[in-house]
């Protein structure tokens, strides 16, 4: 079934009640001008105070249905809109964050906030759409029971004047969008460049940044512009064709009215509604392109949420298994595909990532809580300690934009923390000291082989790198070229006969 | 430690409107002509078709229908295209003072003190220049010109019916304080809603993109449950505070309601008396309450558009705020002599923490120095300050005996650790160092660096379009990229803060030679990482906890047996 079809379905009860009474708030609205009339028929004209009291009571009780009837219906309707959004951003935000599915594209955020959103305006829409269809049918009514003619105009002639204007309706969606790819290309260029700040400033670059950014502001301009143009004519056709509508019943009334067929108190009641009608008229004009953006906008959900996910990683590892050892290994070319081949979702082995990735919270909130002792124990290994005792406030210190404002190495060797805190059965780290320097990579490479390989330790840790200090501490090291084994040994063994390796690993 | 950007005041915000409009008065008195015009035209028909119900209450012939058919017909075309005119006019007045607010914003924001920026965070600064800015263009596009034409159409009906009779007009208006009081109940209670609204947004969208950022992290320790569980709390609270607004705002719609009733009521009434005491005729009191009627629609459509117009104003706030960020001018001062000289800096990001303690050192021209020291020591800091990033809580960092920041942009340039490349062709990536460079410089850069070969082997050679989104490039060929800006750039000081361990030891070496062809002839620090970099540097400072620890070449400090001989032979060592 399709996004729209489910929200409807799993939405229906608050959508019904929602679609009739926002139809009888618009049924009320309708009769609001019907009400004018008839005042001015029957109580202003003869002067009848009695009348007066009388209907201005109608028109009273008229409100109050119709007020309570928006304010229950759009409450309703509200609770929908907002339930369905928040269910689609769930479902997106879990589809992105499942291990088996990759998901790689950089505007998850838009199909999360605009997107869900305008899916689930389709809840609101339809009752509008209905609410309109009412007002439209009750104004119709209305002018029947004065003169059927009149009555006919408005049924024959909405619906010819809304296809009429229908058929203007891709050329505004052409030109809207694109006014809204080229704000997008604008946006997403002062993103770029703010976000590449630091390297820009490096070079004394940033006001040929500013020039570029100018030029498809300016770009962005001109695409707003000529939509707006259209959507000017736009409006003035539809303007003057409702208004020529709605005084063409009018006058055709007032003819009515002259030659005696209708009464002075029923032309006002005519004027009243064709002015009326405008707005039910506005909400059935629009309403195609509402349901094109809320049905765009959910095919591009259903794209996401549709991806199948990925089967296991492919069989082929060159590596012969791994048990309570410290094994090193260094790959030629591609060691990110060797790591790849680990990260099989077995929940006995971690693959701590190579970039160091912090969220926001406090330094202890990122090493995911341990016990105290292992915690001094991990920091010490990782020589994350010292970035600890750098703050103040210490494991409490709070990280703020991904980390922004540690170092490289302080970041990585926090990260490391983490990984060794997780104590897997297997660890698979992927050059975990490239941001620290000689002297503290030794001291990593010893807290390792000390926090994991003690005696009687069965806990087995990987080792891809080409960091001679990380490579030194290991049992043995395995070379991988081309995705085939060519040589295992110990570091020392494989430094002292093998040209290749050392020229690998040795700087 | 975060301090937000600023946020312009409304009256910050007021004066920059009333300026902007100042600048373009001739469109704006243009649009507000035909915006009248339109509403005018609007407001005939209703007047005249009441003065047809006198003629049918007198019994005049039907002839006197054909003036009134002409003008309500002619009216009517004119107004549909003055309506067409002023959505269109109103639009462009306000894109086009939105474009010039986004340059100026974009403008500020890539000119700010990077002190500045690591404060606020640069989440911060990337709503605003992209958030924001679509929020109030989409604002400008289509929210304000149905508001302004509500706007006036509301004018001119009141006009009208005091054109009618200045009675009636009174009774008319005898709605306007039940209109007030309803706005005067609803804004103030929802301003702090609406606000708290968009402040869980913002947290929400916050985790979300941390979660995308961090999804490796996040699956390789299996935190998808307590991310997504997160997301939900966050995308609750934010929906509670939508629904929770809405509420209150069929509330006051229920005294908008209110005050419709009254006011056509009023009409109704008023005209009951006026008619029976001979002061205005029954058509005039139709055409009145027509009239008002024929209101409940735009101030509606002003009402349902508040929530946008109100996110539109606090965005319009936050761009304007960012204008009234003080920006470094300039410099523009040349250079005669190549030389780099830090006196007695110190440097602390935070007060409780000094970073560096009194650090001095001099690169002559020409001549190559590392800077050496464990992770944590303060060499991005020095890198920084002497590459004129960072200002020097004291001390001085001159280069030719200029300050740094007194000098022309380019004139000393820093390679930092961040890498980025910069969305669209790599060539246009290179062209951000020297704009509309030839081809053949750019190809000449690149040969320095040894990235022509993979950069022509693209799929579409050097216009391939790369960034997010693009084709995507390793980590060392970014970093190859990065220098081949340098060398199109071309600055007689250069200061290398690059990341070349990250690409593994073969890569490293081979950056290695890119960053020394790159900086060949250049007075040059550079932060050694790797210390085979430091060994072929003319000279060697070794910085530790903020202070300079040792100086001298390398056969020297080798020989010295401190704390340069212990990091060396900690790199050298195989066993």
Same mark, same amino acid.
């Given at each position: ?507 | ?62 002839? @006197? ?105 009174? @009774? ?404």
């Amino acid at each position: 079934m399709s996004l729209l079809g489910r929200a409807l379905l799993r939405n229906r009860g608050r959508v019904t009640s929602g679609i009739l009474l926002i139809g009888l708030h618009q049924g009320c609205e309708a009769l609001v001008p019907i009400g004018i009339g008839v005042i001015v028929d029957r109580a202003v004209a003869p002067g009848h105070l009695g009348r007066l009291v009388l209907w201005i009571g109608v028109l009273a009780a008229l409100f109050l249905v119709l007020t309570v009837a928006y304010r229950t219906g759009a409450r309703q309707l509200m609770r929908a809109v907002a339930d369905e959004a928040h269910r689609l951003r769930l479902e997106v935000a879990a589809k992105v964050l499942d291990p088996r599915t990759e998901v790689r594209t950089g505007d998850v955020l838009t199909l999360s906030t605009t997107d869900a959103d305008t899916t689930s305006y389709l809840l609101d829409y339809l009752p509008r759409l209905s609410g309109a269809l009412v007002a439209t049918a009750i104004s119709a009514a209305g002018l029947c029971l004065i003169s059927v003619p009149l009555g006919l105009v408005v049924l024959v002639g909405t619906p010819l004047v809304l296809v009429a204007l229908q058929r203007a309706a891709p050329r505004i969606t052409g030109r809207v969008a694109a006014r809204q790819e080229a704000a997008g290309r604008a946006a997403s260029l002062a993103t770029d460049l703010v976000t590449g700040l630091r390297p820009l400033r490096g070079i004394g670059a940033q006001d040929a940044a500013a020039r570029r950014y100018r030029d498809v502001s300016r770009e962005s301009l001109d695409a707003t512009l000529r939509a707006a143009r259209t959507v000017g004519w736009f409006q003035a056709a539809s303007d003057t064709v409702s208004t020529l509508l709605a005084c063409g019943i009018a006058i055709l009334a007032g003819w009515f009215a002259l030659s005696g067929r209708i009464s002075a108190g029923e032309l006002v009641t005519v004027i009243g509604l064709a002015a009326f009608l405008g707005e039910p008229f506005a909400t059935l004009s629009a309403a195609p392109g509402w349901f094109a953006s809320s049905r765009a906008s959910a095919e591009r959900i259903e794209a996401v949420l549709g991806l199948s996910p990925a089967g296991p990683p492919p069989a082929g590892n060159p590596l012969p298994p791994i048990a309570g050892e410290c094994v090193g290994v260094v790959v030629e070319p591609d060691a990110a595909a060797l790591v790849a081949l680990f990260d099989d979702g077995s929940p006995d082995v971690l693959v701590a990532p190579h970039l160091p990735e912090l969220f926001s919270g406090t330094i202890r909130d990122n090493l995911l809580e341990a016990a105290a002792d292992d915690l001094r124990g991990a920091l010490r290994a990782s020589a994350a300690d010292d970035v600890v005792a750098a703050h103040p406030d210490g494991l409490d210190h709070a990280i703020a934009d991904r980390g922004a404002a540690l170092s490289g190495g302080q970041r990585q060797r926090l990260a490391l923390a983490r990984a060794l805190l997780a104590r897997p059965r297997l660890l698979v780290l992927h050059e975990p000291t490239t941001a620290v320097d000689a002297v503290t990579e030794h001291v990593i490479a010893r807290g390792i082989r000390d926090l994991r390989h003690g005696p009687g330790s069965t806990l087995g840790t990987l080792l891809i790198t080409t960091s001679p200090a990380l490579l030194a501490v290991t049992d043995r090291v395995v070379v991988v070229r081309d995705g085939e084994v060519v040589a295992t040994g110990t570091h020392a063994s494989l430094a002292a006969t093998d040209d290749t390796y050392r020229t690998a690993v040795l700087r | 430690m975060t301090l937000a950007l600023p946020i312009a005041t409304p009256r910050q915000t007021w004066i920059w409107l009333c300026s902007q409009l100042r600048v373009h008065r001739l469109d704006a008195a243009f649009t507000v002509a035909t915006g009248l015009g339109a509403a005018a035209a609007s407001v005939v028909p209703v007047t005249a078709l009441g003065l047809l119900v006198d003629l049918v209450r007198d019994g005049a012939a039907s002839t @006197a229908l054909v003036p009134i058919g002409l003008l309500v017909a002619g009216i009517a075309l004119l107004g549909g295209i003055a309506a067409g005119a002023t959505t269109t006019l109103v639009s462009r007045l306000g894109e086009r003072i939105l474009a010039n607010l986004r340059e100026q914003t974009v403008g500020v924001a890539l000119r700010l003190p990077a002190t500045t920026l690591d404060r606020a965070g640069r989440g911060d600064l990337l709503a605003r220049v992209g958030a924001d800015v679509a929020a109030v263009g989409a604002a400008a596009a289509e929210v304000l010109p149905t508001v302004i034409s509500a706007l006036f159409l509301a004018l001119l009906s009141v006009i009208a019916m005091f054109g009618l009779d200045w009675r009636l007009g009174l @009774a008319g208006v005898a709605a306007m304080p039940a209109y007030l009081v309803a706005l005067r109940w609803y804004l103030p209670r929802s301003a702090p809603i609406y606000a708290a609204e968009r402040a869980a947004v913002g947290v929400r969208s916050q985790l979300l993109v941390e979660s995308l950022q961090g999804v490796r992290t996040v699956h390789a320790y299996r935190l998808e449950s307590r991310h997504l569980s997160a997301i939900d709390d966050a995308s609750a609270r934010a929906r509670d505070f939508s629904v929770g607004v809405f509420a209150l705002f069929t509330r006051f719609v229920g005294r908008i309601n209110r005050a419709e009733l009254l006011g056509l009521s009023a009409i109704l009434v008023a005209g009951f008396w006026y008619v029976r005491s001979g002061w205005v005729t029954v058509g005039e009191t139709a055409a009145a309450a027509v009239l008002f009627h024929r209101l409940f629609s735009p101030v509606s459509m002003i009402l349902f558009t508040f929530d946008e117009i109100q996110a539109a104003g606090a965005g319009l706030a936050r761009l304007v705020g960012v204008g009234t960020l003080p920006v470094a001018p300039a410099g523009a001062r040349e250079i005669t002599s190549a030389d780099l000289t830090l006196r007695a800096v110190t440097f602390g990001y935070e007060e409780r923490v000094p970073v560096l303690c009194g650090i001095s050192l001099r690169v002559a021209p020409g001549e190559r120095v590392a800077l050496v020291g464990s992770t944590g020591a303060g060499k991005t800091t020095v890198a920084s300050i002497a590459a004129g990033i960072l200002r020097p809580l004291s001390g001085t960092a001159t280069a030719g005996g200029v300050p740094v920041d007194q000098l022309a942009p380019g004139t000393v340039a820093i390679v930092s650790q961040e890498t980025h490349v910069f969305a669209g062709p790599l060539i246009e990536d290179l062209r951000l160092a020297r704009p509309a460079a030839p081809v053949e410089a750019v190809e000449a850069a690149l040969e320095r660096v040894g990235a022509l070969d993979w950069a022509r082997a693209l799929p579409g050679g050097l216009a391939t379009v790369v960034g997010e989104g693009g084709h995507p490039l390793t980590a060392a060929q970014a970093q190859q990229l990065a220098l081949a800006r340098l060398v199109l750039l071309d600055p007689a000081i250069a200061v290398l803060d690059e990341a070349t361990a990250e690409a593994g030891s073969v890569g490293a070496r081979e950056l290695e030679e890119s960053a020394l062809a790159a900086t060949k002839g250049r007075t040059t620090l550079l932060v050694a990482h790797r210390l085979t970099q430091a060994a072929g540097a003319d000279r060697i400072v070794v910085l530790e906890h903020g202070v300079v620890l040792e100086e001298g070449t390398h056969g020297d400090l080798v020989a010295a047996g401190g704390r340069y001989a212990t990091l060396w032979s900690a790199w050298q060592s195989r066993r």
